[in-house]
């Protein structure tokens, strides 16, 4: 049975003591493979040398809303582009929007947001997303432009919002926040929504567990996610391990080549 941790920060600093350790760990637990993310210009190097040579690991690379003033837009969007046309990462990401924080600037983050969407766009790539009670405007943004689809990572939005984000070719991502015996929201989201629609991931180092409360996150305890998934759901657990790898990779490999 084979797991694919669709969100996991293995290139930040919290990693650097025992990186490879950690990714033998995942790979024995049966997670093989690992979309990462980058989330400030400094961190694509790292991000990229990290997946260099090992098809399992997904690169994406992006300007994350929540670090907005780690980010200087009249340099980095320019960069940004031409680092994904010389390497072309499997995804722009994390980027989105976080109303949740008031004192990141909206209007920034929107400009940020949609910069981001616009080069994803042009390039055919798929998006990782970031929302903090911001789902309809991320939606009212992504209808606006012709993407592939992509991933909403730690989704708990409504059902509607589920649809929505289907509509547009999007994976909604659960993680160990589902693992928490008083997430009912998340269960019972995790439970209504169609398999096809989601994705595991874990978010390492952060969002552990009811396991792991208080530990760095590791994407060797992915299968306790599918654990409560097979749960609360009909499905057996190598069903829905089989159905969510297969919506993650339908995702990647919906990304075209650009003109």
Request: net charge negative.
């Amino acid at each position: 049975m084979e797991l694919f941790d669709t969100h996991c920060h293995l290139n930040v600093a919290a990693f650097d003591p025992d990186r490879a350790t950690v990714l033998t760990a995942a790979r024995a637990a049966g997670v093989r493979r690992l979309l990462i993310p980058a989330i400030t210009r400094a961190g694509w190097d790292g991000v990229w040398e990290l997946c260099a040579g090992d098809p399992d690991l997904y690169p994406a690379i992006g300007l994350h809303p929540v670090l907005l003033e780690e980010h200087d837009p009249q340099q980095d969007l320019p960069a940004l582009e031409d680092f994904v046309r010389a390497h072309r990462p499997a995804a722009i990401g994390e980027i989105g929007l976080d109303f949740q924080l008031r004192e990141l600037d909206r209007a920034r983050q929107q400009a940020l947001f949609e910069a981001q969407l616009a080069l994803a766009e042009r390039e055919g790539l798929p998006v990782v997303v970031h929302v903090r009670k911001a789902h309809d405007a991320v939606l009212a943004t992504l209808q606006r432009y012709k993407l592939p689809g992509g991933f909403c990572h730690a989704f708990n939005g409504t059902l509607q919002h589920a649809a929505r984000y289907r509509a547009l070719g999007f994976r909604l991502g659960f993680g160990g926040m589902l693992t928490l015996p008083n997430a009912r929201h998340l269960r019972a989201l995790a439970t209504q929504l169609p398999l096809s629609d989601l994705v595991l991931e874990t978010d390492a180092p952060d969002m552990s567990g009811a396991a792991h409360r208080y530990q760095r996150n590791s994407p060797q305890w992915l299968p306790e996610v599918l654990d409560v998934l097979a749960e609360l759901r009909p499905e057996t657990r190598e069903t829905i391990a089989r159905q969510t790898t297969a919506n993650a990779l339908a995702v990647l490999a919906a990304g075209r080549t650009p003109p």
